[in-house]
Nanobody
Framework: QVQPVASGGGLVQPGKSLRLSCAAS????????IGWFRQYPGKEREGVSC????????YYADSVKGRFTISRDSAKNTVYLQMNSLKPEDTAVYYC???????????????????WGQGTQVTVSS
């Protein structure tokens, strides 16, 4: 079972930036499509962004398009989510996830395995 771990959350003011990291041990993230998801209290997880394994294609939720950027650092076996111009509505727990069959598409669906590691809290507040 492949389960990357998200980190890098924190408390930031509106308009500021934060970079989340998705790291893995025991498997190579380059071989997998990776998705970033977030969850508001009492709500289902929603897709934020994903990056494909095959050609590096990326997709974003409309709510973050133009503000968030997903990228890979193969040398560090890490996927990043750079979040700029943060808004209070970006406050949520953020997760990165993948599985053997996860495919990055514009629908930003979740991995079928339903395996979620520990998320990282992002709070945007003045």
């Amino acid at each position: 079972q492949v389960q990357p771990v998200a980190s890098g959350g924190g408390l930031v003011q509106p308009g500021k930036s934060l970079r989340l990291s998705c790291a893995a041990s025991g498997f190579t993230l380059d071989n997998y499509a990776i998705g970033w998801f977030r969850q508001y209290p009492g709500k289902e997880r929603e897709g934020v962004s994903c990056i494909s394994a095959s050609d590096g294609s990326t997709y974003y939720a409309d709510s973050v398009k133009g503000r968030f950027t997903i990228s890979r650092d193969s040398a560090k076996n890490t996927v990043y989510l750079q979040m700029n111009s943060l808004k209070p509505e970006d406050t949520a727990v953020y997760y990165c996830a993948t599985d053997l069959f996860f495919v990055c598409t514009s629908t930003l669906g979740t991995p079928a395995s339903g395996s979620w590691g520990q998320g990282t809290q992002v709070t945007v507040s003045s």
